[in-house]
């Protein structure tokens, strides 16, 4: 059984930080591009950060300069560093994979976790 599981949430205040954990298990993802999305109250799933297998990143503008993604191919895991946490980015996390960084990008995924919720207070 393929499966993507988040680690990492929880509650920080406004200008902290939290860094998120995704293992995957099942198969090996070390082709595969690897993405953290995210989904707030009363809004639709946007994508947040993403790597492709080439290592090559993507940020949606209201994270660049304040996210990073990484990823440890060995240990089937990707990462999510998130500095300067604001109260917008309160949302629940999904981390994704699929097998194509173009699509990933689009919100189209193979696989999805169940998401970890992130809470920045004022």
């Known amino acids: 059984q393929v499966q993507l599981v988040e680690s990492g949430g929880g509650l920080v205040q406004a200008g902290g930080s939290l860094r998120l954990s995704c293992v995957g298990s099942g198969r090996t993802f070390s082709n595969s591009a690897r993405g953290w999305f995210r989904q707030a109250p009363g809004k639709e799933r946007e994508i947040v950060a993403s790597i492709g297998s080439s290592g090559a990143t993507y940020y949606v503008d209201s994270v660049k300069g304040r996210f990073t993604i990484s990823r440890d191919i060995a240990k089937n895991t990707v990462y999510l560093q998130m500095n300067s946490l604001k109260p917008e980015d309160t949302a629940i996390y999904y981390c994704?994979?699929?097998?194509?960084?173009?699509?990933?990008?689009?919100?189209?995924?193979?696989?999805w976790g169940q998401g970890t919720q992130v809470t920045v207070s004022s």
């Open positions: 994704a994979a699929d097998r194509t960084h173009s699509r990933l990008r689009v919100g189209v995924a193979e696989y």
